[in-house]
């Protein structure tokens, strides 16, 4: 069982900065694919990052397109916490942001942007841009 918090969320004017952080606990932190998703009123879940564990140890982080140079997602694994480093932030990032966890095993060259590809969440927090 895995267990995840998030952490860092709040408000910010457009154009200024908001780094997440996710403390996870309940399974070796180092062989997890950690993902960001964000949820807005009225949608669903989507993906904005991953940070991708393969089993030759090293690991791949992916965006989605409007995270691409503006987020940046990244490890620690003495941590065990996951951070999304947020810039430019715009009104739009405006959602619900959750921390998720899988443990079951990846694949060479597969990236995990699906909600279905995860198999633990945080609580989420909510981060709100103005303009």
């Known amino acids: 069982q895995v267990q995840l918090q998030e952490s860092g969320g709040g408000s910010v004017q457009a154009g200024g900065s908001l780094t997440l952080a996710c403390a996870t606990s309940?399974?070796?932190?180092?062989?997890?694919?950690m993902g960001w998703f964000r949820q807005a009123p009225g949608l669903e879940r989507r993906f904005v990052a991953t940070i991708k564990w393969n089993s030759d140890g090293t690991y791949s982080p992916a965006y989605a397109d409007s995270a691409k140079g503006r987020f940046t997602i990244s490890r620690d694994n003495a941590k065990n916490t996951v951070n999304l480093q947020m810039d430019n932030l715009k009104p739009g990032d405006t959602a619900v942001y959750f921390c998720s966890a899988r443990t079951r095993k990846t694949l060479t060259g597969m990236t995990y942007r699906s909600i279905l590809d995860y198999d633990y969440w945080g609580q989420g927090t909510q981060v709100t841009v103005s303009s």
């Open positions: 309940g399974w070796p932190f180092s062989t997890l694919t």
